[in-house]
């Protein structure tokens, strides 16, 4: 006889990427014999034992969460849900003073901390008073990044730095 899968907690879930969500499971024999049950999670390619367990996914979309009871005959059952996994938005962190003062004709050094727990590519830009002057690609969660540019004009000018992963989030 099957085994019955009776409840799934956590399907259904909505976290943002990089987030835990904790999926546990209970199953019972429809002859209500006393046997041991195992259970398989297939998660995104990846499997887990336990009635219970915690995966922190970083791929944004809706995914199938697998679940597979087997009882201690080899006899088992399966049935889906589902999480939802959002866009997390890149966060900048400026590891120097946001205010400086330089002599014309010399560089600035401009560091940065980039996190985007979602392991997607991030787009970096670098403004200068409203001009792109560099851009770059991060294709890690969580980078440092420097810029450099020479101030050649005495006057006073903006900085900024955009990061845009390639889900759509975008912070400056």
């Known amino acids: 006889v099957q085994p019955q899968i009776d409840d799934i907690t956590g399907g259904g879930s909505e976290i943002t990427a990089g987030e835990s969500v904790s999926l546990s499971a209970t199953a019972s024999d429809p002859a209500d014999r006393d046997v ?5 999670w297939d998660i995104l390619g990846d499997t887990y034992d336990g009635s219970s367990v915690s995966v922190s996914p970083t791929e944004v979309g809706q995914h199938d969460v697998e679940l597979t009871a087997t009882n201690e005959y080899g006899t088992s059952t399966t049935q889906t849900t589902t999480i939802t996994v959002n866009n997390d938005v890149p966060e900048l962190t400026a590891a120097n003073d946001s205010d400086r003062s330089l002599t014309a004709g010399q560089s600035g050094s401009f560091t940065v901390s980039l996190a985007d727990s979602d392991a997607s590519d ?13 851009e770059r690609q991060v294709s890690q969660p969580e980078a440092d990044e420097t810029f450099s540019y020479q101030f050649n004009t005495p006057s006073e000018h903006s900085v900024e730095l955009t990061a845009a992963d390639s889900h759509g989030a975008s912070t400056t």
């Open 122 to 134: 991030t787009d970096l830009e670098f403004i200068v008073d409203g001009e792109t002057v560099e």
């Open 36 to 40: 041991y049950m195992s259970y398989s």
